[in-house]
């Protein structure tokens, strides 16, 4: 069982999310859906991230669920365009904020607590820190999908970045969907099982959408859950940052054994899906440029 707290290192973004007709700005990032998560549990959570002076007020719906935030100095936010069209999803990355540096996480690192990486792009956190990070009493919960991308004239096309490595040897627990697993085992050629002999990971979790998932550990074997019913779509962005906080509490915080805390964290992200976890109202956002 995990005690202390949990510090998310990665941007907090500007969202502008396309669904189908609509169109509607609000705050997004692993660190905005994760971190609310983490600290509705009662955890003493930690948001290490970079946003322009001009856009500091973004923090304050952070702060409003009592979550510190460790603001670095970049002259630009991170804005990112989320086009859903059914089960697909479109992005563009117009902004990038700068690098989270080394010298931001060498005071979360020595308080000892959780960490949990989630970038959105291959350069969101600085080479040098990520190296920092690999230490063995470190625990260290890994969303891929910021080096599954690769941004070209600000459109996202799936591809291993060259940090994959690094941010994999560093972490314990690692989540992924379906079509990001697959590019791993491409790109490594090899099967989930020896990938995690490779690098030493304890847990895999791998989501399957509307087929729910697998988690495969290295003490526990596979285990298989299923998605929980959804009543309405409301927004599925930030759905899987949901449900991997909501994992990782259940099965390190209250020491609960793989399917439950598979079956709780489905649950939860089913909510965030239906719009009745986080609530889109307290994330949204006035469009860039406007008085609002």
């Keep these: 069982m995990i005690h202390g707290g949990i510090a998310i290192i990665g941007s907090i973004t500007m969202d502008k999310n396309v669904i189908g007709k609509t169109s509607f700005y609000k705050l997004g990032g692993a660190s905005t859906y994760s971190g609310i998560t983490y600290r509705r549990h009662g955890l003493e959570t930690r948001v ?9 007020r973004l923090l304050d719906i952070l702060r409003r669920e009592n979550i510190f935030v460790l603001n670095g100095r970049s002259a630009r936010t991170t804005h990112f365009v989320n086009v859903v069209e059914g089960d697909d999803l479109r992005q563009e990355l117009p902004f990038t904020a700068d690098p989270i540096g080394d010298h931001q996480i060498h005071e979360i690192i020595a308080r000892g ?6 970038p959105l792009h291959p350069a969101d956190i600085e080479d040098r820190a990520l190296k920092r990070l690999n230490r063995p009493e470190a625990f260290i919960v890994l969303d891929v999908q910021g080096y599954l991308r690769r941004p070209i004239n600000k459109i996202v096309y799936p591809g291993v970045s060259r940090q994959l490595a690094r941010a994999l040897a560093a972490a314990r627990v690692v989540k992924a969907n379906e079509g990001e697993l ?4 491409d790109f490594y050629k090899t099967q989930l099982a020896a990938l995690m002999e490779r ?3 304890e847990e895999f979790i791998v989501t399957l959408g ?3 998932g ?5 003490r526990n ?22 449900f991997l906080a909501a994992y990782v509490i259940s099965r390190f915080w209250q020491s609960k054994n793989i399917p439950d805390a598979c079956a709780y964290a489905a649950k939860l992200a089913a909510r965030q899906i239906e ?5 889109p109202e307290q994330l949204g956002l006035s469009p860039p440029g406007s008085s609002g």
């Design 182 to 185: 697959n590019l791993i085992q």
């Design 48 to 56: 290490v991230s970079n946003v322009a002076p001009e856009d500091a």
């Design 199 to 201: 690098f030493q990971i």
């Design 210 to 212: 509307k087929q729910g």
């Design 275 to 279: 719009g009745n976890y986080i609530k």
């Design 221 to 242: 074997g596979e285990t298989r859950y299923e998605a929980a019913p959804i009543q309405s779509l409301s927004d599925p962005t930030g759905a899987g940052d949901v």
């Design 214 to 218: 697998v988690v495969r550990a290295i």
């Design 113 to 118: 607590d959780m960490l949990h990486l989630g």
